[in-house]
T-cell receptor
Framework: ETGVTQTPRHLVMGMTNKKSLKCEQH?????MYWYKQSAKKPLELMFV???????ENNSVPSRFSPECPNSSHLFLHLHTLQPEDSALYLC?????????????FGPGTRLTVT | KNQVEQSPQSLIILEGKNCTLQ??????????LRWYKQDTGRGPVSLTI?????NTKSNGRYTATLDADTKQSSLHITASQLSDSASYIC??????????FGAGTTVTVRA
């Protein structure tokens, strides 16, 4: 185990539903990330948080809404998603933000939008 | 635009054989290059991390090489095992503090 947990592991939702993904890290890290991983495509960075403050939003549609109540927890709130949003959503954490620090990934949430 | 290209997209090898995965990048300048292993249904796990001054680094049966002049890296798997079946992702961290990810190579090891 990497010390980063994600729930649920699988989620099926309709386009009109509202759901939330949860991530928790037990490593004492200050930075947390959300990534989207689609089949055969590189990981796409969505959001970066440092000490609960959002430091990066890579032009993510507003139907994805992140929340970071503290440095150990990260949520991704989902509403009115599209079928093309179906993907594996990965959470990661690192000691500090930026690529010079090792990132530890959670197991991901497999999201299917019907 | 910084890019990381991996080849092949997928490969199948017999248990006990060796294989080499390639990663070509255009990120410049860069700070470090990493190889991750991602098992099916799991998140990526780091195998190696190399700075621009390092040429090779090993982690058990995994050996990564780096040629910063030609902007190429390789990951060599020795004496493959069934547990090596996974996706291997090359990631480059540029001096612009951005991470660039490759699409990965899917390795299938067959008995």
């Amino acid at each position: 185990e990497t010390g980063v947990t994600q729930t649920p592991r699988h989620l099926v939702m309709g386009m009109t539903n509202k759901k939330s993904l949860k991530c928790e890290q037990h490593l004492g890290h200050n930075a947390m990330y959300w990534y989207k991983q689609s089949a055969k495509k590189p990981l796409e960075l969505m959001f970066v948080y440092n000490f609960k403050e959002q430091t990066e939003n890579n032009s993510v549609p507003s139907r994805f809404s992140p929340e970071c109540p503290n440095s150990s927890h990260l949520f991704l709130h989902l509403h009115t998603l599209q079928p093309e949003d179906s993907a594996l959503y990965l959470c990661a954490s690192s000691q500090e933000p930026g690529g010079s620090y090792e990132q530890y990934f959670g197991p991901g949430t497999r999201l299917t939008v019907t | 635009k910084n890019q990381v290209e991996q080849s092949p997209q997928s490969l199948i090898i017999l248990e006990g054989k060796n294989c080499t995965l390639q990663c070509n990048y255009t990120v410049s300048p860069f700070s470090n290059l990493r190889w991750y292993k991602q098992d099916t249904g799991r998140g990526p796990v780091s195998l190696t991390i190399m700075t621009f001054s390092e040429n090779t680094k090993s982690n058990g049966r995994y050996t990564a090489t780096l040629d910063a002049d030609t902007k190429q890296s390789s990951l060599h798997i020795t004496a493959s095992q069934l547990s090596d079946s996974a996706s291997y992702i090359c990631v480059v961290f540029g001096d612009d503090y951005k991470l660039s990810f490759g699409a990965g190579t899917t390795v299938t090891v067959r008995a």
